[in-house]
């Protein structure tokens, strides 16, 4: 089974700084997505950034990229010039690319880490 | 106009009820899912169907019942509802994950709490 493991419960960042979401999985498969979302108090799961593990080019979305090591079995998240709309719980996700049988598009989430943004 | 929607959004109800919350989305994707995210807040999947069709049933108690008249739809159902069913219920949707790495879009959440 795919495990996601997000090592930091919290993280706190100044305003216009970088931070960086650490994210490891556990997998046997060769081939799978992975995905960071965001939860600000709203609740609702905002996707931010996703990743192809074929592709060896690291994903980038404006502010947010990935540190993308396949080997490590490590996705890390990576927000530049942060603002305090960043604000919010970040979830580290795997999904297989096989969907077949009982892991139909299934996302396997991390634990989370809230993210504080300082003025 | 909203993607994934969900009803009721909060909800709360005594021990031994029965309830259901009801999700629609309007972007004719095929494949929708129900997940729970606990008190802890970690999300896990319950339930994913494909037109109509249940794919996955993640060890969920059968006092959980979902339903889809149509693929538009997916509705939750629990009976004899318990303290530990208190959670928020997100429902979400995507094309049919077969294809490729598609987004799921999540509707807003329902606050259960169960007193």
């Known amino acids: 089974a795919q495990t996601v493991t997000q090592s930091q419960p919290e993280m706190s960042v100044q305003e216009a700084e970088t931070v960086t979401l650490s994210c490891t999985y556990d997998?046997?498969?060769?081939?799978?997505?992975l995905f960071w979302y965001k939860q600000p108090p709203s609740r609702q799961m905002i996707l931010v950034i996703r990743?192809?593990?074929?592709?060896?080019q690291n994903a980038t979305e404006n502010r947010f990229s990935v540190n993308f090591q396949k080997a490590a079995k490590s996705f890390s998240l990576k927000i530049s010039d942060s603002q305090l709309g960043d604000a919010a719980m970040y979830f580290c996700a795997y999904r297989r690319v096989r969907a077949g049988g009982t892991s139909y598009g299934k996302l396997t989430f991390g634990q989370g880490t809230i993210l504080t943004v300082h003025p | 106009d909203t993607a994934v929607s969900q009803t009721p959004k909060y909800l709360v109800t005594q021990m031994g009820n029965d309830k259901s919350i009801k999700c629609e989305q309007n972007?004719?994707?095929?494949?929708m899912y129900w997940y729970k995210q606990d008190s802890k807040k970690f999300l896990k999947i319950m339930f994913s169907y494909n037109n109509k069709e249940l794919i996955i049933n993640e060890t969920v108690p059968n006092r959980f019942s979902p339903k889809s008249p149509d693929k538009a739809h997916l509705n939750l159902h629990i009976n004899s509802l318990e303290l530990g069913d208190s959670a928020v219920y997100f429902c979400?949707?995507?094309?049919?994950?077969?294809?490729?790495?598609?987004?799921?879009?999540f509707g807003p959440g329902t606050r259960l709490t169960v007193l």
């Open positions: 972007l004719g994707h095929d494949t």
């Open positions: 990743q192809e593990a074929y592709k060896q």
């Open positions: 979400a949707s995507s094309q049919d994950p077969r294809t490729g790495i598609l987004k799921q879009f």
């Open positions: 997998t046997s498969e060769s081939d799978y997505y």
